[in-house]
Nanobody, 119 residues
Framework: QVHLVESGGGLVQPGGSLILSCRPS????????MGWYRQVPGKGRESVAS???????NYADSVKGRFTISRDNLKNTVSLQMNSLKSEDTAVYYC?????????????WGQGTQVTVSE
């Protein structure tokens, strides 16, 4: 069963930086977009950033200017560079990859990695 694997989470002080990485455990074909979501207890999963195979990016307003998403199309990996971290960024971060085959979209998810921003 192919799934995504995140890494890089941890504890960081406010204003600090962290890099999250994501890779598939096996082959996933026809990925057209990869991205990151985050979730805190009691709230729904929030889209943080995404990037298409062509390099087009999209960011949530709350992270724009602080986070940078990038991907390697050959390896099907995606990274999230997080700078100027705030306590509000504390959440479980999930990697996602979306495929579209025969006009049907399918989403793959990772298990999640905890990011805690605190003194």
């Amino acid at each position: 069963q192919v799934h995504l694997v995140e890494s890089g989470g941890g504890l960081v002080q406010p204003g600090g930086s962290l890099i999250l990485s994501c890779r598939p455990s096996g082959n996933i074909f026809d990925i057209y977009v990869m991205g990151w979501y985050r979730q805190v207890p009691g709230k729904g999963r929030e889209s943080v950033a995404s990037i298409t195979s062509l390099g087009d990016t999209n960011y949530a307003d709350s992270v724009k200017g602080r986070f940078t998403i990038s991907r390697d199309n050959l390896k099907n990996t995606v990274s999230l560079q997080m700078n100027s971290l705030k306590s509000e960024d504390t959440a479980v971060y999930y990697c996602t990859a979306k495929t579209m085959i025969d006009l049907v979209t399918k989403s793959y998810w990772g298990q999640g990695t905890q990011v805690t921003v605190s003194e």
